[in-house]
């Protein structure tokens, strides 16, 4: 009767064993979920940014966004990539394009608002310069 037990118990820890092993939670927690859920806060606040604009600035952007388009595709002004011959889109061009005009994309604005916090935590003392 004990080997018989021991087999059963070998089983079961042996199967579970396998199973935890084939698929790991904080492999599906790191790998899919938070990047998932990043992605899902990112394209919200995207969405806010752009829905909180004055009919006039959406206005303003459509037309900066038409203008700055054209300027960073022509073939002047395309960024040479190994494996493509007529270059690619020049986005740094189109990024300084539209933050020149007033209609800075939602990258930028994050950015700015990012280096403002830093800034008043730097005056606060809660970040020590140069240190």
Known sequence: MQIHRAKTKLLIVTSLTLALNACSIS????????????????????????????????????????YCTELASKPENREPRAGYPNGVFNSGMYTVCMNERGTPTYNDYSSMQAEKRRAERRARGEIVPGG
């Open 27 to 66: 492999d599906w927690y790191n790998g899919y979920y938070v990047d998932r859920s990043s992605m899902k806060h990112y394209l919200k606040d995207r969405h806010a940014y752009y829905e909180a604009e004055s009919p006039q600035m959406k206005a303003l952007r459509k037309q900066n966004d038409a």
